[in-house]
């Protein structure tokens, strides 16, 4: 059986992912209108990931720790929890500061950033590393689905 | 609103996460320490954001023009910390 936390977190976090992707599309080639709508792309995306934090903290402390974790750790796939889980849980803790980031600076610029090309390529690049950041972490979060699947598979639970 | 300030604690606070999770791993005291909060990670969270907080608070005086060292040393530190997180567990497992 799946659990709705998991699926919330993996939902909100992408849909943050893609506010930041948003964000990089309008701010290369900035106009007031795009500014704006940028503006609105990066305030979505850091509240879903401030969200997704939220659900996966419950999640983990209150579901996986106690469902998820033992089952894997007792299967030849530890190393799920062991490299995966453990670097997904702290490398996620970097979105946070750079979607505020992102968010203050755009908020910071306005207008600016049609002339401004070092703050316009600064916030580029830091949604672009966003995106790549926090799709990679999803990544470790299908290879952690899989590993839970496979324990299910060889009868641990 | 200062720019260049936030992208520096934005940069030392990403560096902390990494030391703080190793030092956590390592040292059991350090790990209870962050446990006091409810659980570790949500410890590590909010003493990420209180430097996060605090740097900001020192360096806002400072010099404010955005230049473009600024950015590649965050994004430097981001993959360099995230590599140190995942190679320490991958060697902590071995």
Redesign the interface.
């Known amino acids: 059986m799946g659990y709705p936390l998991i699926f919330f977190h993996a939902f909100i976090g992408e849909i943050g992912l893609f506010a930041y992707l948003w964000v990089l599309v309008e701010m290369l080639n900035p106009t007031e209108i795009r500014i704006m709508r940028a503006k609105t792309a990066a305030t979505i995306g850091v509240i879903c990931l401030f969200v997704a934090?939220i659900a996966g903290?419950f999640y983990?402390?209150d579901v996986y720790g106690s469902a998820v974790k033992p089952a894997i750790k007792a299967s030849d796939a530890k190393?799920v929890h062991?490299?995966v889980m453990?670097?997904k849980?702290?490398?996620f803790?970097?979105l946070?500061?750079?979607a505020?980031?992102t968010t203050?600076?755009i908020?910071?610029?306005g207008k600016q950033l049609i002339d401004?090309k070092?703050?316009r390529?600064?916030i580029i690049?830091?949604a672009g590393?966003i995106f790549l950041?926090g799709f990679s972490i999803a990544g470790m979060g299908a290879i952690i689905a899989s590993g839970y699947r496979f324990a299910l598979e060889v009868g641990l639970v | 609103?200062n720019?260049k300030a936030?992208?520096r604690s934005?940069t030392v606070?990403?560096a902390l996460?990494?030391v703080f999770?190793i030092l956590s791993e390592q040292f059991s005291v350090v790990k209870n320490f962050f446990a006091l909060f409810g659980?570790h990670?949500?410890g590590?969270?909010v003493l990420?954001?209180l430097v996060?907080g605090a740097l900001y608070l020192l360096l806002s005086k400072s010099d404010e023009n955005?230049?473009?060292n600024?950015?590649w040393w965050?994004?430097g530190t981001?993959v360099l910390?995230?590599l140190a997180?995942?190679g320490f567990?991958?060697w902590?497992?071995i």
């Open positions: 934090w903290g983990y402390v190393w062991s490299i453990e670097t849980e702290h490398v803790l970097f946070p500061p750079l505020i980031l203050s600076l908020t910071r610029f401004n070092t703050a390529k600064t690049l830091l590393l950041l | 609103m720019p936030l992208i934005t606070v990403i996460i990494a999770t659980h990670w949500i590590k969270s990420a954001l996060f955005l230049d473009d600024s950015i965050l994004i981001v910390s995230g997180i995942a567990y991958t902590h497992f």
